[in-house]
DNA sequence: TTGAAAGCGCTAACAT
DNA sequence: ATGTTAGCGCTTTCAA
């Protein structure tokens, strides 16, 4: 049998109240007498308090529900990392929940979460999400997006990265290294950082007089398998290309790849870019030049911000939108 | 405010009872009339139930605490993305902790926990961990340790690797190879896998009549740092070697980069294997050879048997013993 | 087939 | 400085 606060409080020969109060340090009225009695009870007795019986009461659980599409892929590990540090840091705990871009998961994770009673959400979403859910509808909880946003999500606080403005930068300095024929190996336009980055890529060809070709933009998904598989495309198919600017470093570790076997010497033959930097960007042997995401700082801010708005009861819309950095390593001359 | 079971009752004028019958499912006993009223009225008031407030009475939350040193190294993105697909299977969810092999951070990860009536957890405890502490000492609720155990731990589920035979295997495949002057770039000794890498190292050599040379072996972490630093050490110091077993892949990685940048060819010159097989040992100029670790199947099996000692109310103290493969690759000769 | 009522372990307002 | 008490939202006997 579990002891409860009850069973300390007779033991200390004092009320629950008493025992609360000191439980929870909000012991300022108390003796200290009766405190260090009551404390070494606890400690006695191993006391362990049961959360789950504040929270009916305090309407607080202290967790934060993290949705993300999977775990398992680089992007994500060290965006977990930042949010649980900060929710750590302030007494929250992080459930995690992998959706696999699939919107009826996501819609089920949001179902579970609030039944939970998590005090808010920080969701990356699927880039397949077009549009408000009818579950995203009635959340009554604050809910902060990174990465990806939801249009007509009304009033939630969204963390961005300057996505246009990194691929611009990285496709200007492409050109200006003297790269004129530069395939664009894009994730998919389903989601907003994708056509963010094939915006900027048209905007830096344009700026610099370089014609826009459709059969130079590729679109696909944001993995390795798909880079591998899209670069042996464009070989087969015999286009003529200097360089590829990527969706993401793992389309760029399978571009990598696919130029490897085909005897192509990069930056020599063809220049290759990234987005991202993940982790593994610097352990290749050709280190890949990329536009540096700031992943950890994504997660950090948005349990940051969710945990300002849940302890100020303030909640706010509003958009952060963090800076990118052209990080330039070997894949390009 | 919130809507709850009372209100949902008093709407379709039925009692409490009736309502929380017919959200959880035990409603054979239900005439099929008021279970559609009742049904179609949570729909219409967009009832949640709060299962916080369920929880108090069945004693149970349906969440698992994970604890793992850090989500950003590459060995636990898999592991936790087994163990919450078999959660989520069975309607459990994950609670991410990252301690940071940093024994406080554990044991108030473990209290935090039990305050929160988490079911389990899953722990891979600190690489230093040598004993049980007070906090661990007192749990009262199921845990499984994961790769690293814990000794003298009493009456706990273990889920583990062939670490000995792996890398036996391995080192015995090296030296089949021709390979005769293997370094052994180890990971902490403070970690049983560790230790039991280097057994099998020894033990290989030992069967083949090589000599085993202290100075062969050295100690490390699990980073690639460490394998990058520790390669550099040994190339200065002119130890005659031909090839590295490394603790892990990201040692091995970090061994790589440190050959490449030392002119030494791979494996022409320089046999190296590494232990896990990470996702990226694939995707560098030349493919790792390695050992296979299960870590999807070590987090999926990890929650399978924490969440049957659940339902069973039958808790078991037992090893499970996940076996790994050589995958030979384009390291070695 | 349905409902009344006790109570899970705790907090917070209010009283003393 | 400490205690009394109502009640958070729900489940579960037990009775009707």
Redesign the interface.
Same mark, same amino acid.
């Given at each position: 049998m %579990?002891i409860t606060i009850k069973d300390i409080a007779k033991l200390a020969d004092v009320s629950t109240a008493t025992v609360s109060k000191i439980v929870n340090n909000k012991d300022q009225s108390i003796s200290s007498a009766t405190r260090e009695k009551v404390k070494s009870i606890i400690e006695e007795y191993?006391y362990?308090?049961?959360? =789950?019986?504040s929270?009916?009461i305090t309407k607080k659980?202290n967790?934060i529900g993290?949705i993300i599409p999977?775990?398992?892929n680089?992007f994500?590990?060290?965006l977990?990392?930042g949010a649980?540090?900060m929710a750590?840091k302030n007494g929250y705990? =992080?459930?995690?929940?992998?959706s696999d871009n699939d919107l009826s998961k996501e819609d089920s994770y949001i179902?579970?979460l609030?039944? %939970?009673?998590v005090d808010g959400i920080i969701f990356t979403s699927s880039s397949r999400r077009s549009s408000v859910s009818n579950t995203l509808k %009635?959340l009554?909880i604050p809910i902060i997006t990174v990465d990806r946003e939801i249009e007509d999500l009304k009033s939630n606080c969204r963390i961005k990265v300057k996505n246009r403005e990194g691929a611009f930068e990285a496709v200007s300095y492409m050109i200006s290294r003297g790269y004129k024929k530069i395939v664009n190996l894009a994730g998919p336009m389903t989601s907003k950082p994708s056509k963010d980055r094939l915006e900027g890529y048209i905007e830096a060809l344009v700026k610099n007089n370089l014609v826009v070709d459709e059969k130079y933009i590729i679109e696909g998904s944001f993995t390795?398998e798909w880079g591998y598989k899209g670069i042996l495309d464009i070989i087969r198919k015999k286009l003529e290309f200097d360089s590829v600017f990527c969706g993401n470093d793992l389309i760029a570790?399978?571009v990598? %790849?696919g130029l490897?076997e085909n005897g192509l010497n990069v930056p020599k033959d063809i220049g290759v870019v990234g987005f991202d930097d993940i982790?593994?960007a610097t352990?290749?042997?050709?280190e890949l030049t990329t536009v540096r995401q700031p992943n950890?700082q994504m997660g950090y801010k948005a349990a940051q911000l969710l945990i300002n708005m849940l302890e100020n009861k303030h909640y706010i819309d509003k958009e952060y939108i963090l800076d990118t950095k052209l990080i330039i390593r070997k894949t390009t001359r």
């Amino acid at each position: 049998m %579990k002891i409860t606060i009850k069973d300390i409080a007779k033991l200390a020969d004092v009320s629950t109240a008493t025992v609360s109060k000191i439980v929870n340090n909000k012991d300022q009225s108390i003796s200290s007498a009766t405190r260090e009695k009551v404390k070494s009870i606890i400690e006695e007795y191993n006391y362990v308090p049961n959360r =789950i019986a504040s929270s009916m009461i305090t309407k607080k659980t202290n967790s934060i529900g993290l949705i993300i599409p999977d775990i398992a892929n680089p992007f994500f590990p060290e965006l977990a990392r930042g949010a649980e540090d900060m929710a750590n840091k302030n007494g929250y705990n =992080i459930i995690l929940c992998n959706s696999d871009n699939d919107l009826s998961k996501e819609d089920s994770y949001i179902e579970m979460l609030q039944e %939970k009673m998590v005090d808010g959400i920080i969701f990356t979403s699927s880039s397949r999400r077009s549009s408000v859910s009818n579950t995203l509808k %009635k959340l009554h909880i604050p809910i902060i997006t990174v990465d990806r946003e939801i249009e007509d999500l009304k009033s939630n606080c969204r963390i961005k990265v300057k996505n246009r403005e990194g691929a611009f930068e990285a496709v200007s300095y492409m050109i200006s290294r003297g790269y004129k024929k530069i395939v664009n190996l894009a994730g998919p336009m389903t989601s907003k950082p994708s056509k963010d980055r094939l915006e900027g890529y048209i905007e830096a060809l344009v700026k610099n007089n370089l014609v826009v070709d459709e059969k130079y933009i590729i679109e696909g998904s944001f993995t390795s398998e798909w880079g591998y598989k899209g670069i042996l495309d464009i070989i087969r198919k015999k286009l003529e290309f200097d360089s590829v600017f990527c969706g993401n470093d793992l389309i760029a570790l399978g571009v990598l %790849k696919g130029l490897r076997e085909n005897g192509l010497n990069v930056p020599k033959d063809i220049g290759v870019v990234g987005f991202d930097d993940i982790y593994m960007a610097t352990m290749i042997d050709t280190e890949l030049t990329t536009v540096r995401q700031p992943n950890y700082q994504m997660g950090y801010k948005a349990a940051q911000l969710l945990i300002n708005m849940l302890e100020n009861k303030h909640y706010i819309d509003k958009e952060y939108i963090l800076d990118t950095k052209l990080i330039i390593r070997k894949t390009t001359r």
